[in-house]
């Protein structure tokens, strides 16, 4: 693929595999859980980080509010006025990640184990050739401006903590389609695949799976056909794409457990799912993943 074309293709979505890969059980939409009352403000320099220290994982830290914290040399911004931070891990992260807590010259560290995981490959024949391999001059303006649009959303950080709730599945039904698959789109390889698919019957309701802002809600795009992206907080956020139908709007707050819309299979699709998504400042994170790591952590950190 021609390099400028690779550019426009970036933030692609995900089409749904014809059969679930291995037969598995339908995750359950659990209900809303209420946050606890948070553990005492550190007034000193400390770092305390929990989570799930996986490839592709998700870990909260708390430390002294206003401390920038850095993963592996990389700057992931500043701890809120209570201390809270995320982070993040990148599906080819190495062993071990070294996170630090650094206020002016003072620095605390702590290095963590992170565990490797092996990735399938999945192929997805039938998609319409537009929809892998764009050449109209109108698609690929079309594609140009969408990518605008996400690239928007993406540069939100809203102040929320809605990671802080705890996440729930966005809908019931089988895995179609895991997280950091290679991709092979009618016999071509390709990124690997940056969301789960989650099969279930069209018009089957989207919740939200904790609560945030909605930073992008647009019924037709080329790739993701009905796509809403919701902020959970600090740049934390979740995707859903394929939609047969939208029930929030840019602007609108959402709680956990709201419907935001109804599965479709709109977009790059072979059929009815949902394609759940997530991101934190450029980095490609498992949402299933988090789902366990934000519960280790809300555990630990929020203990009193």
């Not at 946050?35 to 830290?61: E, K, M, N, S």
């Not at 963590?112 to 391999?133: M, Y």
């Not at 809403?228 to 457990?257: K, N, P, W």
């Amino acid at each position: 693929m021609r390099a400028s074309l690779a550019a426009l293709l970036m933030l692609a979505a995900c089409a749904a595999a014809e059969a679930p890969e291995t037969p598995a059980a339908a995750p359950i939409v659990e209900p809303p859980v209420s946050t606890p009352a948070f553990p005492p403000t550190p007034a000193t320099l400390t770092l305390r980080c929990a989570g799930a220290f996986v490839q592709g994982g998700l870990a909260l830290c708390r430390t002294m509010p206003g401390a920038q914290l850095v993963v592996d040399g990389v700057d992931f911004g500043g701890a809120d006025q209570e201390g809270w931070a995320v982070i993040g891990f990148l599906r080819d992260h190495g062993a071990e990640a070294r996170v630090e807590a650094r206020m002016r010259e003072a620095v605390v560290s702590q290095s963590f184990a992170i565990a490797d995981r092996e990735f399938d490959i999945q192929r997805v024949s039938g998609l319409p050739p537009q929809t892998v391999n764009p050449t109209e001059p109108a698609v690929l303006a079309r594609i140009q401006q969408d990518t605008a649009l996400k690239q928007a959303a993406f540069a939100s950080e809203a102040v929320l903590r809605g990671w802080l709730d705890g996440f729930i599945w966005p809908v019931e039904g089988p895995i179609s389609g895991r997280w950091g698959n290679q991709r092979i789109l009618n016999g071509e390889p390709r990124d690997p695949h940056y969301g789960v698919d989650i099969a279930a019957p069209a018009g089957a309701a989207v919740r939200a799976p904790a609560s945030g802002t909605v930073v992008l809600a647009s019924p037709d795009m080329h790739f993701e056909g009905g796509l809403v992206f919701i902020d959970h907080g600090q740049g934390l956020i979740t995707m859903y794409l394929h939609m047969s139908r939208l029930d929030v709007a840019v602007g609108e707050h959402v709680t956990q457990g709201q419907v935001i819309g109804a599965v479709g299979a709109t977009g790059r699709a072979t059929g009815p799912h949902l394609c759940w998504r997530m991101r934190y400042r450029g980095r490609q994170l498992d949402p299933t993943v988090a789902i366990e790591g934000l519960a280790a952590a809300r555990a630990e950190l929020l203990a009193p």
